[in-house]
């Protein structure tokens, strides 16, 4: 019984449905994909072309347009690009394009989703969970239509695939959204909507900020146990703005804060060394958050090897600026101390039975981890923490869930019984048990 955790629904969408749709659509934003891709590739591929070959029967245009659109192991190593090619599935939506009508974008997000659950069927997923993010307020006519149509798709008891929603909020103001989340949990289809996400980009937004939204979460989850909504929060996968403590840092305080499970955490288990010695640079205020960190956990830090001297640590923090940069100069021996940092902060997640999300595909082409040794992976493996394995874009990826398994056990050199294991973990991490909605 497969359980794919980690998706995004226009990142499910396979290359042929994709393709099906544009050549039925009238109105496609070439430039608007084009000028992306000319930026971040320096050259603009010939997809306009081949739908229109499409259009008029050529057999080649479908493999030629999933080449062209698929995010492969070429393409890796820099969101432009894969932001550049997932363009293309805004081009042709009607949900992105302002002009479009509502009866437009119903009838996209049915074909779309229905696509999608068959999709699941043919590759063994039986259960899954799609984010969305939609307007800061979910409460608009746009919103709304497609919430309705979505909600209703999944909403279907029989089905071969059990369809859950993720709705994924706005990082500067989840509370915007507030009303609208309780009221769809609360709603007929609220069966369907089983959980809280956090995406896009993460620099900017320490986890502390979101403290008083998940205390908010709790307390509706504790009145509403059957329409407890698990959180959600990607963390860890891009921290080029701070230090590594600090990144290490943010993965334990989103999982301290009472996030259910967590989007990639790259930052809690990747191989220090893979940074080699180098500078970084964060704002004043992280600093200061750090100190504060290693004076609260200096007991445990210590227990794992880290060297904290608080007096050293007050003196610092005395002399800080108000505001600015720090920057952190890292060599072997600094970065050997961030492994006993992740270590400890490993420890600690494993102990509030956090769960850990982890997508290979994506990790190697938007993360930038070639090296399969260099996985994050193998670390939450070794310190015992529950790993669930997803494929977060399987259509532009032109992955499955099986491929991403496959990757983690020949990887993990785990074979049969690494997988049972991680399809099992899986299982018991769907949202809904997690937050005891099936007690
Ligand atoms: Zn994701």
Not at 213 to 227: Q, W
Request: glycine share 8%; aromatic share 8%.
């Amino acid at each position: 019984m497969l359980a794919e955790l980690h998706l995004h629904l226009y990142g499910c969408i396979r290359p042929a449905d994709l393709l099906r749709h544009l050549a039925a659509r009238k109105r496609i934003r070439w430039d608007f994909y084009e000028e992306h891709m000319r930026a971040a590739y320096g050259v603009v591929p010939p997809v306009r072309e081949v739908v229109e070959r499409y259009r008029k029967g050529d057999p080649d245009a479908e493999a030629e347009f999933a080449g062209l659109f698929v995010f492969g192991d070429d393409d890796a190593g820099d969101f432009d690009r894969f932001q550049a090619k997932f363009n293309l599935l805004g081009a042709g939506s009607a949900l992105f394009d302002k002009r479009s009508g509502l009866a437009d974008i119903r009838t996209e997000v049915a074909r779309f989703a229905a696509g999608i659950r068959a999709d699941h069927a043919r590759n063994g997923v039986r259960y899954a969970e799609t984010r969305l993010l939609l307007s800061r307020t979910l409460a608009g006519p746009r919103d709304r239509a497609v919430l309705d149509t979505l909600l209703a798709a999944y909403d279907v008891p029989q089905a071969g695939t059990t369809e859950r929603l993720a709705l994924s909020l706005s990082r500067k103001d989840p509370w915007a959204a507030w009303d609208r989340v309780r009221e769809l949990a609360l709603g007929p289809h609220g069966a369907t909507v089983t959980g809280l996400d956090f995406c896009f980009f993460e620099e900017g937004f320490p986890p502390k900020d979101k403290a008083g939204f998940f205390a908010a979460v709790k307390e509706f989850n504790a009145a509403h146990p059957d329409r407890a909504l698990a959180i959600l929060y990607h963390v860890g996968e891009s921290f080029r703005d701070k230090s590594l403590e600090s990144a290490v840092r943010w993965v334990h305080e989103a999982a301290e804060l009472g996030a259910h499970r967590l989007g990639h955490a790259i930052a809690l288990g990747i191989d220090p060394d893979v940074f080699g010695t180098h500078t970084r640079t964060e704002p004043v205020a992280e600093r200061r958050d750090q100190i504060a960190y290693d004076l609260a956990h200096a007991g445990g830090l210590r227990a794992a090897g880290v060297t904290v001297d608080e007096a050293v640590l007050e003196a610092e923090r005395a002399s800080l600026p108000a505001d600015g940069t720090v920057t952190i100069a890292y060599d072997a021996a600094r970065l050997d101390e961030v492994r006993r940092r992740q270590d400890y902060a490993m420890s600690r997640i494993r102990a509030a039975g956090v769960v850990v999300e982890v997508c290979p595909t994506s990790n190697r082409r938007i993360g930038g981890i070639t090296d399969p040794a260099h996985h994050p992976v193998h670390r939450f493996l070794a310190a015992d923490l529950p790993v669930v394995v997803s494929s977060d874009d399987p259509g532009i990826f032109g992955t499955t869930l099986g491929d991403e398994l496959d990757w983690v056990c020949r990887h993990a050199d785990g074979g049969a019984e690494l997988r049972e294991h991680l399809v099992e973990t899986a299982w018991r991490s769907r949202s809904e048990v997690l937050t005891g909605r099936h007690a």
